[in-house]
């Protein structure tokens, strides 16, 4: 089996047999295979696309380049949760201590900061003392012992998409739906959970910027994760604005217990209760709305910030923090951003802001850069909001010489209007194997 025959079927629109996927799947992590001939097949892939069946075999070739983790120690049902990707995307460290507490155990890897993206696992080393890395021994006893934790991907995990990725950001199919599924899918299946909830993101803050075009992904998502035998669902949430006022690691954290405290932002805590709610649904915990009233119950009597508090102690984390957020880390400096105009606030680029927060050192802009945790933007005005000319927009946090960058990249993303916009949903969408169900 030649390469190149392969690059030329895939350019011809053809469709791959498993063996041929695993001859330049396995062939690339060899070596055997180039980067400029894989680039290319990439590429082939992208204008030519893939058949579902297709696509559902490259995932699970992907997933067994690396370490398949048996999570079979664990007793129980475990669920894994993924998002897309967003701005302000800080609901992992709110649903998994919310599901934890419902009794459902969460074995978690998660991801860091990808672009303009932030990840859970650099919010959740904010949290002075936390380790991230656990060896599998010590992740396992502590999902015996307290139902929960949530450490970094293992460099082991689906390997060929760590190459695959690295190369597809270089080489313009990023945005690629056949690629993006499998990529997703095979770090979730190599993972072991049974059950997976997809938070497949939409708007200018994600990947997939429309309605259709995410629906099209957790499509195949959902259709690849029940192909491989595991029970996956998805929603489709609004990534237009970003979730919550607070973009940035240690800011993050600290909206993100005020919601476990019962006191968060709505648009941040309804998407939370939804995304819980179902996930105990797969579960099997009950009906929607019985899992619904679960996870609003764990958050009234304190149990899902005894349990995230309990998770973090568990992992070393200094959870004094979360008590009394003045002993966080404090930021050099700080920024009010003011309007320029009176007017209603018609866009608030998700993009632009994440890639503000960039600029300001809470997010790296290349590999192995360091973070400033205190670092972030506290959002005063969304979409929807009127602002008079001279009042703060947003507070900016961090060294004060990177601040005009980040207020030029914010204001670029921004546009007033005398019209207030049309109010966008938080969810769209629900995708189960049943089918689509529209909001
Ligand atoms: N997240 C991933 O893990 N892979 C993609 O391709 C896109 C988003």
């Not at 649903?95 to 990808?114: D, Q, T, W």
Request: with cysteine; proline share 3%; hydrophobic share 40%.
């Amino acid at each position: 089996m030649r390469i190149y025959d392969l690059i030329a079927k895939k350019r011809d629109g053809g469709t791959h047999s498993r063996e041929e996927l695993e001859a330049i799947v396995n062939g690339f992590v060899s070596g055997e295979v180039a980067d400029y001939q894989m680039a290319a097949w990439m590429m082939a892939v992208y204008l030519r696309g893939m058949t579902d069946e297709e696509t559902a075999e490259l995932t699970d070739v992907m997933a067994h380049s690396g370490v398949m983790v048996d999570l079979s120690p664990i007793p129980g049902i475990k669920v894994d949760k993924h998002s897309t990707g967003g701005v302000g995307d800080k609901t992992t460290l709110v649903i998994a201590p919310i599901v934890a507490a419902c009794g459902v155990k969460i074995a978690k890897m998660s991801g860091r900061g990808l672009g303009h993206t932030g990840g859970t696992i650099d919010k959740m080393e904010s949290v002075p003392g936390t380790k991230t890395a656990l060896s599998q021994e010590e992740f396992f006893a502590q999902v015996n012992k307290i139902g929960l934790s949530v450490i970094g991907q293992s460099e082991g995990i689906a390997v060929a998409d760590k190459k695959m990725y690295a190369l597809r950001d270089v080489t313009a199919t990023v945005s690629c739906i056949p690629l993006i599924a499998s990529s997703i899918m095979s770090k979730k299946l190599a993972s072991g959970s049974d059950a997976i909830l997809l938070d497949v993101t939409t708007g200018t803050g994600a990947f997939m910027k429309t309605v259709d075009q995410s629906i099209e992904l957790a499509k195949l998502m959902v259709s690849i994760g029940t192909h491989h035998g595991r029970r996956v669902a998805a929603m489709i949430t609004d990534m237009d604005t970003p979730l919550g006022h607070n973009i940035g690691n240690s800011l993050e954290v600290m909206e993100s217990m005020d919601v476990l405290k019962g006191r968060g932002p709505a648009d941040l805590t309804e998407v939370c209760l939804q995304l819980a709610a179902n996930m105990l649904v797969l579960a099997d915990k009950g009906s929607p709305a019985e899992c619904r009233a679960m996870a609003e119950a764990v958050i009234a009597d304190g149990s899902a910030y005894a349990k995230c508090k309990e998770m973090f102690a568990a992992q070393g984390g200094d959870t004094r923090v979360l008590d009394d957020y003045s002993l966080f880390e404090k930021p050099a400096a700080s920024y009010e951003l003011l309007a320029e105009e009176d007017g209603y606030i018609v866009t608030n680029d998700a993009e632009k802001i994440g890639s503000a927060s960039v600029l300001l050192g809470a997010g790296r802009q290349k590999k192995g850069d360091p973070l400033d945790f205190a670092a972030g933007i506290t959002l005063h005005k969304k979409r929807g909001d009127y602002i008079h000319k001279g009042e703060s927009l947003a507070t900016f946090y961090g060294a004060a010489d990177k601040f005009d960058a980040a207020a030029a990249e914010y204001r670029s993303g921004l546009v007033y209007g005398s019209e207030k916009p049309e109010e966008a949903p938080l969810v769209y969408a629900l995708v189960t194997k049943d089918g689509v169900e529209r909001y």
